[in-house]
């Protein structure tokens, strides 16, 4: 009777061995670069700040009140005349075996720019292209 016992909890360890791996996640954050091209109708001071938005009420709020409040802006990094590169954060989970679980990204952007004969600045919403890994989108602004 102890043998069988002991067999039964030896199985049941071997059968928890094995589901280990599968009980395992990664939570990871991180960013993907977003290659910005401005195409300009007017002239535009060289800074440009970006926020990015999660839901379309961060949005909504960016447009309205600007750099104050719940969303941050903070500086795009110029490469070139009219080409910024954009840290775009990302974030998810990984199980076992580098299955992807979750993957969430902003789907939205915020910039906020100055015409050059103007001193107030102006915003506008700019949606993230889909996708993984590196990506690029042509804005026009004003």
Known sequence: MTARRLAIVAALFFIAFLLLPFASQVVWDGFFPLDL?????????????IAP??????????????????????????????RYLIAVPASGRTGPFEMELSYYEPPFLVLEFRLAAESTPR????????????????VTLP
Do not use: N, Y
């Open 37 to 49: 091209e401005i195409i300009a109708t007017e002239p535009i001071e060289p800074d440009l700040f």
């Open 53 to 82: 938005c999660r839901r379309i009420e961060e949005v909504e709020h960016a447009l309205a009140k600007g750099r104050h409040g719940e969303v941050s802006f903070r500086r795009a990094e110029r490469m070139e005349e009219g």
């Open 123 to 138: 915003r506008k919403r700019v949606d993230v292209p889909p996708g993984r890994g590196p990506r690029s989108v042509q």
